[in-house]
């Protein structure tokens, strides 16, 4: 088996790298793409150094399967090209995934949808992965109607440039005031939450809330489903947490939905502590805690999850649907 990772020298890629050494026998044959800097660096997989290639139409070979975790402009370039040289293609950008033609996968929940014929498989946004994790057992259970997600977003979720302006605000000590410009976002990171993550829309809502809207209704496969998101950028490195209020059409019984959630696999519930981001950094389950009915009506559960976002929210999900490809 050949495997092409696409943007290994960035911090998706790098778990790629890692986590493909736990699910793949060490005889699978790697290429590594990066842009133009980074190509000729040296990058090790199954104690073996391989050179990192250009990411250009040249380079490009015939393997069984691609991950690319290169931003969506490389991937409508060059996923195609991928795929006429036979490769599955898992893309970790927002590139397709509301492409009708192409599924929007979280391993755990819908990857029955993949096929032999499905050569283009699209991985969610990093928040909207934790989230249905926990949603889907419920759903199952309970019938999904409406959800209020409110997402704290850690800056690991920008890239490493929102890590660097966090590690050098946070340098600045008392010297960091409220306006403070030179850092990556609008407003200071370190010792803050900023009330919005991601870009402004037209309709006042943030390409990210808007994220939480479309793709959880495509992967839970609810059309109808009301979402009311909001999503924040708070002072932490890596893991997104998001409280959110669910809505459903049967009775919710509260010991019956901790089962479930504890019966679903990828998914722990805490009951004994409470999950933060730190809890969430370096594991692959989605963590849950605070599950507790609504105080307006009992179709109503409120609680708060957890999940590294380097992970779950991207890496781990497109090596787990590598995973599956490889045994279809």
């Not at 070979?61 to 370039?77: M, P, Q, T, V």
């Not at 660097?164 to 000590?173: D, F, H, K, T, W």
């Not at 901790?258 to 809890?279: A, C, H, M, Q, R």
């Amino acid at each position: 088996m050949k495997i092409a990772i696409v943007g290994a020298t960035g911090l998706v890629g790098q778990n790629i790298i890692n986590l493909c050494q736990q699910f793949f026998s060490s005889d699978v044959e790697y290429t590594f793409f990066a842009s133009s800097k980074s190509a000729g660096k040296k990058l090790k997989i199954n104690q073996s150094e391989l050179t990192v290639k250009e990411l250009n139409k040249e380079n490009i070979e015939s393997y069984n399967i691609a991950l690319f975790s290169a931003g969506g402009e490389r991937s409508k370039e060059f996923a195609n090209i991928f795929i006429e040289n036979g490769s599955f293609v898992v893309d970790n950008s927002s590139a397709f995934r509301m492409n009708e033609s192409v599924p929007l996968v979280v391993y755990g929940v819908n990857q029955n949808i993949i096929t032999k014929d499905t050569k283009l498989i699209s991985n969610p946004n990093c928040t909207t992965m934790g989230l249905v994790m926990a949603l889907k057992p419920l759903h199952d259970q309970y019938n999904l109607k409406a959800i209020t997600p409110v997402a704290y977003q850690a800056v690991s979720g920008s890239g490493s440039n929102g890590i660097l302006s966090l590690q050098r605000e946070i340098e600045m000590g008392d010297n960091l005031k409220p306006d403070y410009t030179e850092g990556y976002y609008t407003n200071p990171i370190a010792r803050n939450v900023i009330p919005l993550a991601g870009n402004l829309l037209d309709n006042g809502y943030s390409d990210e809330e808007m994220k939480f809207c479309n793709e959880s209704r495509k992967i839970l496969d609810i059309d109808d489903l009301i979402v009311e998101p909001s999503n924040a950028r708070v002072g932490v490195v890596t893991g997104h947490g998001t409280f959110c209020s669910a809505v459903f059409e049967n009775t919710i019984d509260i010991k019956e939905a901790i089962n479930v959630l504890n019966s679903f696999e990828g998914v722990e519930y805490w009951d004994k502590s409470l999950p933060t981001p730190l809890d969430a950094e370096g594991r692959n389950e989605v963590l849950v805690s605070r599950l507790r009915k609504g105080l307006s009506s009992n179709k109503i559960i409120n609680f708060w999850v957890v999940s590294d976002n380097l992970l779950k929210g991207a890496a781990l999900n497109a090596v787990q649907i590598a995973k599956h490809i490889s045994e279809l």
